[in-house]
């Protein structure tokens, strides 16, 4: 059995996010870099299968983006992942969701994954599009959000439980698979001392396009139907105001402010 | 010639979800620069309610997918119907509610069209030329990014729930039954679903909601926080410390590792405004604080601030309320 991972770097979420000089990205500088929480999940889920199967499954993790990288790649190695898959080219750069799972998808092609687990979003580009794309370009079934994770004795089909709106869903899918996982699935593992060590010796593959068959004007910028033309600040909410008096008046207030000024109620 | 688009609208015990007639009302507001035709799709069995009610707020046509082999959700099968209706009907322009089911629907249906992306949208800027300019909010909603999808690509958007108002009801458009089925048996398939919400409001879609933190104390005191959510006819939602001390379900936690809501009215109560939490609720119309400690960052996001005991606001509150809305 056969299991991959894609995770993604993304800017840890404490970061102050401000708008650069060309109204397009982030300021880049000072950033604190993090593997995306969510694929946290997606790691130790993968960890744990392999566990369970007493080690024979091979756990890959696959990443797209610069040099950087290869250290978000190196802390699931660290974390117990066996291989890493660095998909990198400076032809990948500025891709929209779609452009994305393309490379993604390119790469897990080559791979022949049963399983692949990833985040249900990550939470720079907050899309939620990757995981059901991916799927959907290697014409593999899909379940989202999943929050339990079952593997059948024959290894031939999974039962999971998903979140909805308003309930959960309880889904039984054949193999070969991709599941986006949600909070609540399981509680990540630390990287141990002897993981990290142990991790600077694994391998970490580098493909590029050209490697993974992939046209450059497919992928990147080039490659994106969604053109991002600019970031805008958030709205300024007004001052708050504050409500006085004893707890009666003050509710008082509050209710006729909610009816008469706002009119929300 | 103007493009088409197509509102995919989605059904819940049998009737339609508030989301299909918002989703709906960003259509029209499309069309009404580009001159498009406004039609809807169901995908389901036993969709005539759901279908008029779209056909009498504005869509000219609805098309009612409607079979017992869609009766159960599919992942797969209503992707294969959806993308099957959107090609042969030229659909140019794909609209959903960005909820977990047009969250699981959205990416397939683009990829399958060959369409260009954006989802949770927040704003819809619609070119004299076709093109469409939409607001998504990125890095958990610190900042706004603008894409442009535009006019020689099949668009596919889904917007974020309490975006656009309901398309109000009018016009008489007409209904086309197809009969059409499953065709290839699905490889996910849902054996059960269950219900959390128990009927109540949803909290994505929940247009007020009342939410309670950590100083909430324990699961029981919650009462205090439901009791004030029924008398406005709105959802319950917790901050992620309130949900950490097992106080409520993760279904109810707002903010980064929970749900973003976007209600009219957002009420915190005894929540401090964590970045965590502020990310998950900012873009709601109003809100409201009450918090003990006057210098809470909650209240730098809040509109209206009450500054004491939770314990005490919040009961008088509910009951000043039933009176002013006449419960």
Redesign the interface.
């Known amino acids: 059995m056969k299991i991959g991972v894609l995770v993604k770097q993304v800017p840890d979420t404490e970061t102050k996010i401000r708008i650069g000089p060309d109204g397009t990205d982030i300021v880049r500088e000072g950033i604190k870099y993090v593997m995306n929480p969510y694929d946290e999940f997606a790691v130790e889920q993968g960890l744990q299968i392999k566990e369970k199967q007493g080690g024979t499954p091979e756990v890959t993790v696959v990443s797209m983006g610069p040099a950087s990288v290869a250290e978000t790649v190196r802390t699931a190695l660290a974390m117990g992942a066996d291989r890493g898959v660095h998909l990198r080219d400076d032809a990948f750069e500025g891709g929209d969701a779609l452009a994305t799972a393309r490379v993604l998808a390119a790469a897990l092609r080559a791979e022949n994954f049963d399983l692949v687990f990833t985040g249900k979003m990550a939470i720079d580009d907050n899309a939620s599009v990757v995981p059901t794309a991916v799927a959907e370009m290697l014409n593999m079934p899909h379940v989202n959000l999943v929050q339990a994770f079952e593997l059948a004795a024959d290894g031939k089909t999974a039962t999971v439980r998903r979140r909805i709106d308003g309930g959960e869903e309880i889904i039984e899918c054949a193999l070969p698979a991709l599941f986006s996982c949600e909070k609540g699935l399981n509680e990540p593992r630390y990287a141990s001392l002897t993981g990290i060590m142990k991790a600077k010796k694994k391998p970490i593959e580098e493909k590029n396009a050209a490697a993974l068959g992939l046209a450059p004007g497919t992928v990147g910028a080039a490659g994106s139907g969604a053109r991002r033309t600019r970031l805008l600040p958030l709205a300024e909410r007004g001052a708050c105001k504050f409500v006085e008096g004893d707890v009666r008046e003050q509710v008082r207030t509050l209710v006729g402010l909610l009816r008469n000024e706002s009119k929300v109620l | 010639m103007p493009k088409n688009i197509l509102v995919v609208a989605e059904t ?1 015990g049998g009737g339609l979800r508030k989301t299909g007639l918002e989703t709906l009302a960003a259509a029209k507001h499309v069309a009404a620069t580009t001159g498009a035709e406004v039609t809807a799709v169901l995908v389901g069995h036993g969709l005539d309610a759901a279908a008029a009610a779209l056909a009498q707020h504005g869509a000219a046509v609805v098309y009612a997918i409607d079979d017992a082999s869609y009766a159960t ?1 599919s ?2 099968a209503y ?1 294969e119907a959806l993308s099957r209706l959107a090609r042969e009907r030229g659909a140019g322009c794909v609209l959903f509610a960005d ?3 047009g ?6 249906v ?3 069209l060959e ?6 949208v927040v704003g819809l800027d619609p070119q004299a030329d076709g093109g469409l ?18 006019a020689n ?1 099949v668009q596919v958007v889904s917007m974020r729930p309490n975006v656009f108002m309901p398309a109000p009801e009018g016009g008489s458009g007409r209904v086309e039954k197809l009969a059409w089925s499953v065709q290839s048996p ?12 128990g009927g109540k409001v ?1 909290l ?2 929940a247009d ?1 909601i009342v939410s309670g933190g950590r100083s909430l104390k324990s699961a029981e005191n919650f009462k205090i926080i439901e009791d004030l959510a029924e008398v406005l006819g709105g959802a319950v939602g917790a901050s992620r410390a309130a949900v950490d001390a097992g106080y409520q379900p ?2 109810r936690q707002v903010g ?3 749900k973003v809501v976007n209600p ?2 957002y009420i915190a109560c005894g929540i401090s405004g964590a ?2 939490h502020l990310v998950g609720m ?1 873009t709601s ?5 009450i918090n003990k400690d ?1 210098s809470a960052p909650i ?10 005991d939770l314990f ?2 919040v009961p ?2 509910t009951e ?2 039933k009176t ?2 006449g419960k």
């Open positions: 819940k959700y992942s797969e992707t909820t977990s089911f969250k699981d629907l959205a990416p397939a683009a990829v399958r369409a260009a992306l954006v989802t949770d300019k939409v607001v998504h909010p990125i890095y958990t909603g610190k900042v706004n990014a603008e894409y442009l999808l535009q690509t699905p490889r996910a398939v849902v054996k059960e679903v269950l219900a959390t919400t949803e994505g879609e007020r993760h279904s980064q590792t929970g009219t009215l970045i965590q900012r119309k109003v809100i409201v604080a006057p209240f730098q996001t809040a509109d209206y601030g009450v500054v004491g005490e606001v008088i509150l000043e309320l002013t809305l």
